[in-house]
């Protein structure tokens, strides 16, 4: 089951936040700030954890304080190497996920209804 979104319980970035992709597996959250800050204050780092193992499923969020700092940040880090890999860095999206495992995660598409229930028996039909 795909429940409680799996992934530590991360929040939706927001413009300011970009996602870094391809990380090695021991890279932890000190190492991100410390690389990141030099791009401007870094509000918040996430790596993001598989469910059922807790280890790094190889990818992160860092959130910084400006948009401008994210920006940077991302074209300046993008194919370049953090503890030894060539990681993917850009901005993040409303809900990032390289895999594609997870489609219905962040909820209905635009223009699908949620919630019903269909055929609950009479409720809902008109007499004439």
Known sequence: SLQGGGGGGYTAP?????YVGQLDFATDERTLR???????????????????TRKSRGFAFVSFAEIA??????????L???D??????NLATERP??????AMNGGPPKGVMEGGGGGRGGDGVRGG
């Open 69 to 78: 700092a994210a920006v940077e940040a991302a074209e300046s880090t993008n």
């Open 97 to 102: 996920d390289p895999r594609g495992d997870r």
């Open 84 to 89: 030894g890999r060539q990681v993917r860095c």
């Open 80 to 82: 370049r190497e953090i």
């Open 14 to 18: 927001n413009a300011s936040t970009i």
């Open 34 to 52: 410390d690389y990141f800050e030099r791009y401007g204050e870094v509000e918040s780092v996430k790596i993001i954890y598989d469910h059922d």
